[in-house]
């Protein structure tokens, strides 16, 4: 398989032996225009990388905040097309870029045109973390057929046996959810973060990333120590939500990658 | 489409399996070698054949409904009287049977979802009765349609939380349920009370179920002398309909029949007909049929019945449909409130809204088959929680 800008991203930060930064943000949020704006902001405040949210009506791994994200961006009409139009915009703007979404999107959108159409859209990778390995039969065919990276989600409580064979699936990175439990910024990231991390390693060699809490610089060169990859996406959020206008929000994003991306680059 | 290959079980042709977050794999593997186990298990066996012979009041009882058969075209109907058991429907099965299981585990606390209040009031139930500590989702309209049930999982213990996310409706309250056992799962058993989710929830729903249909099989054949021609069930999640269709899938010449909630009609998209207008996806860890829009998002069900106000259905449902063994009909509420106060007022039985649509799909069957035919109907549960509704429908003043 060919690299993807995902896979190139992670051989530069590991070469200048450092963290990279991603946000994760959901499409038509806070508006479609307003979405369009923020990964523009974000791709020149630091980020490395974008995933693009798919907002979907029964959200059952995300907290309050993504949840009321990803229900003002239904209630504005965004449809899968907004998804890949989103898409085509952080892939544009010199960041990485992947779609994170649940699985029956994928599956109503047809499995094998899904992963043509993020290929299409400079997308990189699907970070699916509702997907089985077990129902990925379909799905490990499409992204291998459209070299995109599938991007699994292991958790604290995934057994060493079963790390190794989600990883051998794996694409891109390995997305380690810090802690048991929904999205949503922490005033902690969990020390299971680091263990699972430690024991994802013994089975592969990919990167790998820590979703799942990180919202200050601090948390960021914490997790940046062990990590290749730092994931933040409620932090964005919350700002974006708490906003008084769309300008202030984005502007109070940008503040934040910034600190972020420095944060990245002290871990280590 | 083609039909996978898995490695687990769980799978009903195309449908059923595993969607769910990675954090949850351990906790479904743990429960599913326990479900195994507890079924090789004489002595779970009989701790649960004991519970259900002096607490639940098993085996429940057929009663033939000869004045309510009159307007069913003469057919002979029998009810499976799944309304007698404690606590007022079939239920109490799957919780009894799920709560021996989470002591097995060494789990002390419950977490439930609820719709019409049912199964939360058996959930609460079955916690009271066996020292567990229980939290019980359920959407804020339902809390409201529902207050008489709200008010009895609060006296039996149970803390309710109302949802006010997305549609406040069931589909919500199991989002909320499983946000909490993803983030309590090593503490928590979530005890779902439906034949939908990830495997093994399905299967083992189901296998706690299919003592309506063990039963009534037998009492029919000693009562008539045959099998019945046809059976009949209500379906939302579909579990009392699988509980009772079980043991007659072998049984190829009596007809299965689930009756699914049309709400306003399935025309009008304000229905909770998931077979009937629906479409094959993924909602709540598994693949079966899902009431969706063109970009897979969750449409809202509509029913009169809170019971049946889901957008999905278990994945055995889907199956047994598209392999033609079962067959699904759409009910609206006008024909299902017609015959909930037709059985009140024929057989003195005020039946839950949900199992009228299995009633009002006998007066529709029993027309086609005629006097010769007899039925057999699965009264899921009984009406009382449905008496402020049915009050309203009616325009009697409370």
Known sequence: MTSTALDQLFQKTRAENRAALIAYIPA?????????????ALAESGVDAIEIGFPYSDPVMDGPTIQEAAEISLKGGTSAADVFSALKTASSSGVAAVVMTYWNPIEKYG????????REN?????????????????????????????????????????????????????????????????????VDASELVQRVRTTTSLPVSVGLGVSTREQAKQVAAYADGVIVGSAFIKLLLNAASEDEGIAAISELAKELALGVREGR | MSIET??????????????VPEALIGALNELEAAHVAAQKDPVFQAELAELHRTYTGRPSIITEAKRFAQHAGG????????????????????????????????????????????????????????????????GEEDTRRQALNVARMKLLGAEVIPVTTGSKTLKDAINEAMRDWVTNVSTT?????????????PTMVRDFHKIIGEEARAQVLQLIGKLPDAVLACVGGGSNAIGIFHEFIPDTQVRLIGLEAGGDGVETGRHAATITGGSPGVLHGTRSYVLQDKDGQTIESHSISAGLDYPGVGPEHAYLHDIGRAEYRAINDDAAMNAFALLCKTEGIIPAIESAHALAGALIVGQELGPDATLLINLSGRGDKDVSTAAEYFGIKL
């Open chain 1, 122 to 190: 400079g997308g990189s990778g699907v970070i699916t973390p509702d997907l089985t390995i077990e129902e990925s039969g379909r799905w490990l065919s499409a992204t291998s057929k459209h070299e995109i990276n599938p991007i699994y989600v292991v958790a604290p409580s995934t057994s060493d046996l079963r790390l190794g064979e989600v990883t051998s699936k794996t694409g891109g990175f390995v997305y380690a959810a810090s802690v048991m439990g929904v999205t949503g910024a922490r005033t902690n990231v969990s």
């Open chain 2, 75 to 138: 057919a002979r109907i029998l009810l499976k009287r799944e309304d007698l058991n404690h606590t007022g429907s079939h239920k109490i099965n799957n919780v009894l049977g799920q709560a021996l299981l989470t002591k097995k585990m060494g789990k002390q606390r419950i977490i439930a979802e609820t719709g019409a209040g049912q199964h939360g009031v058996a959930s609460a139930t079955a916690a009271a009765l066996m020292g567990l500590d229980c939290v019980v989702y359920m």
């Open chain 1, 111 to 118: 499995v094998d045109e899904f992963a043509q159409s993020i």
């Open chain 2, 6 to 19: 898995s490695e687990i079980l769980g799978h009903f042709g195309q449908y059923g399996g595993r969607f």
């Open chain 2, 189 to 201: 058993h979530y005890l779902l009370g439906t034949v939908a989710g990830p495997h093994p929830f």
């Open chain 1, 28 to 40: 038509g949020f806070p508006s479609k225009a307003g979405c369009e704006r923020a990964i523009k």
